[in-house]
């Protein structure tokens, strides 16, 4: 044994083994590259078609792959079967194989030039990597994945904010992965067509970028995600090329393109002046909208508002007549202030995406289009770059109504008679752009009523321009028109004409839909992605959901079962404490229990400090945020017996560090707590002074939160059992005690009346920490003397 260990394991044992090795891997590979055969494999003949093989693997490949079939040997055998298949559905691996019996890498030459990757075997140990066959391999995985691979952060700060102009069809994939060779040569076939389209392409390799596959919720692979606006949606079909182009097409909004007829084309076509956007038609044989043309629709859609025309279907002839649209050829027409005749015509028997985007980016904008926000006014007048990029923008300022049609198609007629690149026509409407209309014309009373033009140059972001306003209001005659194109003659050689100067405020956004619509339009995409979480997401996916969920539901039921265990515990009688049983307290510590007091907790205890003109600034005026101040009020007659039921209802509440304790005096502080309570509505009305029951109001037992940060308060007022004022006389009658008992009766300060007060003290605070209490504002606090 020990002379075995040293051949083994020593230096030169150590080389005997490893050429032994490796003389035993090389005889291997030689025999399985001999012995293998993928039409034996798959059970197919040699003249078998692709769709016979392609029944043969999906047949082959259910019954042995290693998750459902348990044999040592399956997973060796699913290994095979991926490799036959992988060179008989490839053409030209099958044509090398049938001529050269050929299953490696270095496929097209004859077998005998294939051993030449072994020279120098015995000087240098040299062989090829191809020598081992690993297809899981990261080192040999597909190079074509290489220029669409992402790393986190280019995903956060390019793909995201791109998803909003394209989207995204991105695969997750990893090494040693038997499922990811299945969909390579789809997805190759699919990366191919809808790249060309403008669908854009990424690859998440799960080893390297965890932290990307984890913030996808790529939990295996390969998973196949779609991402538009920002959004991902898991695809979860067989991946074919049909599934995955009608996958993208599902990511997109149904109502990017309108079905057009002859019934609704000058409808459509109309609405350009309420949208403010050209429109665009594509008139071709296809029934249903080409996928390439609803991308565009996507890219553009803050821009253009587009149409589809299906010229083979009944009811487009009057259409296609008007237009003279050849029926054969796919065309595409822009409109804009002018219905009855296009901007623009492109025309191609074949629609490729560079053409779409060239058209659709030249014909953005209306020939004078309207001032409606901010961005359209920054992408219509630009801040000049430099001398030779400067742009100038001629803005009608117009009253909108049938009244001021005549002076817009005059200035209409005016910008399409002068298209020139350094110059772009727009108009804005005075009554929805009150301030930018202020600002350029300074209330001039030759303006008033009537419309305007002003020449004008933005100089940088923050607003400023440099204008000049026609002297004249615009009338749109031939003399305005001369005026103003003497103007813009002079604009060529002197911009110093545009003499005012002033800072522009941003233009109100006309179009943005109102809250209500958001906010209905936000709650319909939350609702929409948890139905798909809930169907579509696997366990782990809804374990942070499902945890939500039951700890919702343990806090409630819990809370439930202590408060209910609260009120039995309030509701039972306890003697009243005799005067031995009250300890004796001073003002910094009242809160001591009485031990024969069963309702008094019998472990810790409740911090409650008096408010002072020491301690008031701190336990209130600047009090931290997010912290209050639950402060009782009482007097030294009931002290005693208000502060240790107080400590009672108060006492499960005291874990919380945001909530702090304290008591007010009446007898020191009265006029305070009367000015605070002024801004209590219908709370506690303060009576005039003149009144005779002004000096009779019972304040004790009233408990105020108090905000110091935010200046506001809620407010508890106690639980009487009778009238508003004192108790009933016969609850409070000392007659009806002698001898020894008279002084101690049911009217003293611990009595049960006097504590009733604060009954419902603990339900008061549960709304308080849930934030349904009733809160008072007041404008500052006054000063507690």
């Not at 692709?50 to 699913?78: T, V």
Request: glycine share 6%; with cysteine.
């Amino acid at each position: 044994d020990e002379l075995g260990k040293a051949v083994c394991w020593g230096p030169a044992g150590g080389s005997i083994s490893l050429l032994v090795v490796l003389f035993l891997v090389l005889v291997l590979q030689i025999l399985s590259a001999v012995d293998f055969d993928p039409y034996g494999i798959l059970g197919v003949s040699r003249t078998a078609s692709q769709a016979d093989i392609k029944k043969a693997y999906k047949k082959l490949a259910r019954e042995w792959h290693p998750d459902k079939n348990k044999d040592s040997g399956a997973e060796d055998r699913f290994i095979q079967i991926s490799k036959a298949y992988e060179i008989l559905s490839n053409e030209e691996k099958r044509s090398n194989f049938d001529r050269y019996g050929d299953v490696g890498d270095n496929q097209g030459y004859p077998q005998q030039q294939q051993h030449r990757q072994f020279h120098h075997f015995h000087d240098s140990f040299y062989f090829d990597e191809s020598f081992f066959h690993f297809p899981f391999n990261s080192d040999r995985r597909d190079s074509s994945d290489d220029k669409y691979l992402l790393h986190f952060s280019h995903y956060v700060n390019e793909i995201v904010p791109d998803s909003f102009k394209k989207p995204y069809l991105i695969k997750i994939t990893s090494d040693w992965c038997f499922s990811c060779i299945h969909i390579e040569p789809v997805w190759k076939e699919v990366v191919q067509e809808l790249e060309g389209l403008g669908v854009g392409i990424g690859v998440v390799h799960a080893g390297y970028e965890r932290r990307l596959a984890h913030h996808l919720g790529a939990h295996s692979t390969p998973s196949i995600i779609g991402l538009v606006n920002g959004k991902i949606t898991f695809f979860h079909n067989a991946v074919v090329r049909e599934n995955l182009r009608q996958f993208v097409e599902s990511l997109l909004p149904g109502n990017l393109v309108e079905k057009i007829t002859d019934k609704n084309y000058v409808r459509f076509l109309s609405n350009w002046k309420k949208e403010n956007k050209p429109h665009v038609l594509l008139f071709d044989h296809m029934p249903l909208v080409p996928l390439l043309y609803k991308l565009a629709a996507f890219a553009y859609r803050d821009y253009l508002s587009f149409g589809y025309v299906y010229v083979g279907l009944r009811g487009t002839e009057e259409l296609s007549s008007q237009y003279n649209i050849n029926v054969y050829t796919p065309t595409m027409m822009v409109f804009k202030e002018h219905i009855d005749k296009p901007a623009d015509v492109v025309q191609a028997r074949s629609m490729k995406k560079q053409l779409v985007d060239d058209f659709l980016s030249q014909n953005k904008f209306l020939m004078a289009a309207r001032l409606t926000s901010q961005k359209l006014f920054q992408e219509l007048c630009p801040v000049k770059k430099s001398h030779r990029q400067r742009k100038y923008c001629v803005v009608l300022l117009i009253g909108e109504g049938d009244k001021f049609d005549q002076s817009y198609e005059a200035f209409l007629a005016f910008a399409l008679a002068n298209t020139k690149d350094t110059v772009r026509f727009v108009h804005a409407y005075t009554n929805r752009q009150q301030e930018f209309t202020e600002t350029l014309l300074m209330d001039d009373e030759r303006y008033q009523g009537k419309s305007a033009v002003v020449i004008l140059e933005r100089r940088n972001n923050a607003g400023r321009v440099v204008y000049k306003a026609l002297e004249e209001a615009w009338s749109g005659s031939e003399e305005a028109n001369f005026i103003l194109l003497d103007l813009l003659d002079q604009l060529r050689t002197d911009t110093s004409f545009l003499s005012l100067d002033t800072v522009l405020q941003d233009l109100n956004d006309e179009l943005a839909p109102i809250f209500l619509l958001r906010w209905i339009y936000s709650a319909s995409q939350y609702i929409s992605d948890c139905w798909d979480s809930v169907f579509h997401s696997n366990w782990r996916e809804m374990m942070p959901l499902l945890s939500l969920i039951f700890s919702a539901l343990f806090i409630l039921f819990g809370t439930v079962i202590v408060q209910a265990f609260s009120d039995s515990s309030d509701g039972r009688d306890s003697p009243p404490p005799t005067k031995e049983d009250t300890p004796q307290k001073n003002e910094k510590n009242d809160t001591g229990f009485s031990k024969e007091n069963n309702r008094i907790p019998k472990k810790g205890f409740v911090e409650v400090t008096e408010l002072t003109d020491i301690t008031y600034t701190s336990n209130l005026v600047r009090l931290r945020p997010g912290h209050m101040n639950v402060a009782l009020i009482l007097s030294n007659a009931n002290k005693t017996a208000l502060l240790q039921k107080f400590a009672l209802e108060v006492y499960t509440f005291t874990g919380s560090s945001c909530l702090h304790f304290s008591f007010l005096s009446l007898d020191k502080h009265l006029e305070w707590l009367e000015y605070v309570l002024e801004f209590a509505q219908d709370a506690a009305p303060i009576q005039n002074q003149y009144d005779k029951h002004f000096l009779e109001r019972d304040y004790t037992g009233y408990v105020l939160a108090l905000n110091g940060h935010k200046k506001y308060f809620c407010l508890f007022k106690p639980h009487r059992s009778g009238d508003e004022g004192d108790m009933p006389s016969e609850e409070c009658d000392p007659s009806r005690h002698t001898g020894e008992s008279r002084g101690k009766s049911s009217c003293s300060p611990g009595s049960r009346p006097v504590k009733s007060k604060l009954n419902k003290l603990s339900l008061w605070m549960e709304r308080l920490l849930e934030g349904s209490l009733q809160r008072f504002y007041i404008p500052s606090w006054p000063a507690l003397d």
